[in-house]
């Protein structure tokens, strides 16, 4: 099954330090495009630019939608009577493809992370979950934004997955090991031990602690997956553990993905390990790309998951 997934996030203008309005494409769940208030352009990933050099009627295209949500969003605000305090408005939309077969399209929207309104494909008409979206449901089935946007959908949508996919298999098909690393965070107010897994792709990884070969399931601690700026991933799990019973309990990570062909193990040292002083300077690193995606990711949640 192939995707392509849009999200958009609008938020209060002039309350927070972040964009008024930030827009990331995600073909089969990686990230191939950003685009935000601030900059006003496409940032394309470099694995995509060979399929368009300039991007840029996309990039028109997302400066109009960037202008229709804007104008969504102040109805919304003025339709609930919130006239203080920071508001959002979400929106995700997209379509899946299993074996040149379509199997669905979608777009919902979202009002400070509850349903607010969506698009049902089969009447052709909006769902308006809200009493607050009548306004918009009218205006849009008015305007013909249903038909518009079921056309999109159904055939434009599929139409550029197959396109997308087609020529970025090398990238979307590939492998990469994690490189793994076992440390003691010295500095905690409980003592911890993390397993630190990162530079892997694809995106699923299973981490699990093990004491005298026996899985660990009380005191362990899973992070999420966090991207790289490279494109890779990086996850943490954390086992909090007693010095007394480091040295007198075996204790393992155990990683496994989908570039290995047998599980990697990491002994915690009997002293615990390093201090993680170079882990933590690799995940500084990546604390700006973090707070990028954690705004987009979070904001949608409320809806991709069920999707």
Known sequence: ????????????????????????GLLDGEQFMFYSSDIR?????????????DWKSETEDMRGNQHSFHITFTT???????????????????????????????????????????LNLTTETWTAVKPQAETIKHTWESKGYNKHWKNFLERECIDLLKYYTSYSRDTLDRKVP??????????????????????FFPKALNITWQKDGEDVHEDVELRETLP???????????????????????????????SLEKELVREVPKGGGSDGRSAGVRIAIIIVVV?????????????LCEL
């Open 1 to 24: 099954t192939h995707t392509l997934h849009y999200l958009y996030t609008a938020l209060t203008p002039g309350l927070t330090d972040f964009p008024e309005f930030i827009a990331v």
């Open 41 to 53: 352009t496409l940032i394309i990933k470099d694995w995509m630019k060979k399929i368009n050099s």
């Open 76 to 118: 919304a605000i003025k339709e609930f009577h919130h006239s203080e305090g920071v508001h959002t408005l979400q929106r995700i939309y997209g379509c899946k493809c299993d074996d040149d077969v379509t199997t669905g399209g979608y777009d919902q929207y979202g009002y400070d992370g509850e349903d607010f309104i969506s």
């Open 178 to 199: 994690p490189e793994v690393s076992v440390f003691q965070k010295h500095s905690s107010p409980s003592p911890e031990v993390v397993c630190h897994a990162t530079g």
């Open 228 to 258: 790289n700026q490279d494109g890779s991933f990086q996850k943490r799990r954390i086992l909090n553990v007693s010095s007394m019973k480091l040295q007198k309990h075996n204790y393992t990570c155990v990683v496994q993905h989908s």
């Open 291 to 303: 707070i990028i995606v954690a705004i987009v990711a979070g904001i949608v949640a409320w809806k």
